[in-house]
């Protein structure tokens, strides 16, 4: 299905996509001579781009965005090509081409089954073919639609509301929104790190660390760089919503603190008031008892309690 991806005419081409810099610096250093192939650092970046623009324009031939499916905005497709371009599918591929065994690496053999490596390497693929092909965009197309079916059946077992969020744009908006108030600087930190654990030597990690002042820290490690770093931005929405619903609380109890005073003042002078009126037998129980021994109507009664109040 993918063997068309490595029918080269100019073999020069092939080599540079599957040759890695650290390969190149290798071949340097020992022979102190220059590296004829090169290596696919730029490729990649290429090929990448090639990948986006051909996932999008197999969508459309194919009908879509229509408003009869789950894809109803030109939005909903972008969403679901940076669901499926990844390292872990585009890795997948380059094992059903078994990349791993022609990949130039150096001595660091370790990278030949890393997932960002293999990944890399398809795209390089991708773009060493436009050059090949002598900047034929249809012969290109007709290469990469192949791969765009293979990531769209991995996309049919993602539920759509899992690829349609993307925590990081949630978090962004919450800190618009809040801008001002929280006055949070986010500060986002990805090193690639190698897995020293013994049934994980031949897997390299992506340890993503998100920053937000002295306030919160979340750090996660994973294969796969966007998920790892999505999770990364839905654990500091969790996080923030606690953070909020905790300033909010403060606030509420400053606002309470600061009216306590006040309705103390209040409660002493009604508690004051009550007492004086109850020592002048004043109360309406006590009132209504006088009146009818003194034989006095109500309105009499009531015009000396007012008097009564008046002069105190």
Known sequence: MFNQLLEFRNQKLLVQALTFKIHETEYIQKTGALYQYGNNEDLSVTGQQFLEFYFYDYMMLQGF????????????????????????????????????????????????????????????????????????????????????????????????????????????????????????????????????????????LYQITLELNNTLKIQKTGINKRDTEQSVYLQALLQLGKYNINQNHQQKQQIINTEIPQNFIEFELSTSLDTNINNQDLSFHSFYKQAEKQKVNFDQQFNLLLEQMANY
């Open 65 to 204: 965005p229509s408003q009869q499916s789950q894809l109803k905005k030109p939005s909903d497709i972008i969403q679901l090509r940076q669901r499926l371009i990844n390292d872990k599918y585009l890795s997948e591929i380059a094992l059903l081409l078994n990349l791993q065994n022609l990949l130039y690496v150096g001595n660091q053999k370790i990278l030949k089954t890393n997932p960002k490596v293999l990944s890399e390497c398809v795209k390089s693929i991708i773009a060493a073919q436009y050059f090949d092909k002598q900047n034929d965009l249809e012969a290109l197309r007709d290469i990469i639609h192949p791969v765009v079916v293979q990531l769209l059946n991995k996309g049919e077992q993602i539920k759509q509301n899992y690829w349609k969020y993307n925590p990081k744009s949630s978090f962004l908006e919450y800190l618009n929104q809040y801008k001002g108030e929280l006055e949070l600087k986010p500060k986002l930190t990805i090193e690639w790190k190698k897995d020293d654990a013994l049934l994980n030597q031949n897997k390299s």
